[in-house]
């Protein structure tokens, strides 16, 4: 798709990325400015409901609103948060209280693994606790782990480099900082940076709304927390692939004694001899077994058609 012409013109197709979604409307970054778009009722049929991230080509009208046209192929998607065209996923995590779950981080980077999105690990508040253990776990496995502290600015200009020109989500449970972090990347967004952007009431609901918001050439997104990726949601790996969301299995697998092994505790595993000689690291190991136990009796229907594998 190319961009033609400017905003100004009736019937201008121009390029961009969905920023957010609120109530039907979706906002749209063409390079040119922010538009104001509603969508053809066409997508339901082919990729669904347009999400932030979604690369679309959008009809421009006279009142410099717009018409969503055409959606790109997405390259991945969440459900929850839903969110397409992800480049990295940032676990942000904390060594010091409240001492984050790894149990929590290895299944954000699971879940990222499955979809193809490069997972980065974030250890906050450096300042009181540096984690070097949680570092050790994660460099062991082969995935990019970094120190940072909100508070004094500390490794932040690490993590720009990793985020720069890309789509990147974060996601963390409450307590370690991530709204601090977000807030100290981008300081002229304020407090306003990943909070609620709208919301609408159902009841005793509400409905939070990710927005992305632009970065160092590319884009961030804030997510709930950790509990959004429970695994009684959608964002799920069935148990066969579990293997394979385990970077660090990849050396071993078929070199097990019987085919089928699901590296939990079977004899001649490979995986398993691993762990024992310190090549895997237990914690990673132990999420993999809580991991396969929650989802081995989970069929491929249950993940729904729009899991945007």
């Not at 679309?56 to 018409?67: H, R």
């Not at 990710?210 to 949601?233: C, K, N, R, V």
């Not at 970077?247 to 595993?269: D, M, N, S």
Request: charged fraction near 25%; aromatic fraction near 6%; hydrophobic fraction near 40%.
């Amino acid at each position: 798709m190319q961009n033609r012409g400017t905003l100004e013109h009736k019937g201008t197709i121009l390029n961009g990325v969905i920023l957010k979604g609120v109530g039907g409307f979706y906002y749209v970054d063409t390079g040119e400015g922010v538009v104001e778009c509603k969508a053809r009722g066409k997508f339901r049929k082919t990729v669904g409901k347009p999400l932030a991230g979604d690369r679309v080509a959008i009809q421009m009208q006279d009142d410099g609103t717009g018409f969503v046209v055409e959606i790109e192929p997405r390259r991945n998607a969440l459900i929850r948060p839903a969110l397409a065209n992800i480049d990295l996923l940032v676990a942000v995590a904390s060594a010091a209280p409240p001492v984050t779950d790894r149990f929590l981080i290895d299944k954000v980077i699971a879940i990222a693994e499955n979809k193809g999105i490069e997972p980065l690990v974030v250890i906050n508040k450096a300042d009181l606790d540096p984690g070097d253990d949680l570092l050790a776990t994660y460099r062991l496995a082969g995935i990019d782990a970094l120190a940072v502290s909100a508070q004094t600015g500390a490794g932040l200009d690490r993590l720009t480099e990793h985020l720069a020109g890309k789509v990147s989500a974060f996601a963390g449970n409450s307590g370690v900082g991530k709204s601090s972090l977000l807030n100290r990347l981008l300081p002229e967004a304020g407090a306003a940076v990943g909070e609620i952007s709208a919301r609408i009431g159902r009841g005793r609901h509400t409905t939070r709304h990710i927005e992305l918001t632009p970065f160092a050439g590319g884009y961030l997104a804030d997510t709930p927390g950790f509990s959004s990726f429970d695994t009684e949601q959608m964002d799920l790996v069935l148990a066969e692939d579990l293997q394979y969301a385990f970077r660090e299995f990849a050396p071993y697998l078929g070199q097990c004694k019987f085919t089928g092994c699901a590296h939990v505790k079977e004899k001649g595993c490979a995986v398993l001899a691993a762990v024992e000689r310190g090549e895997i690291a237990p914690s990673r190991h132990e999420s993999y077994v809580k991991l396969y136990n929650s989802v081995k009796d989970l069929k491929k229907w249950e993940l729904g058609k729009d899991a945007g594998r």
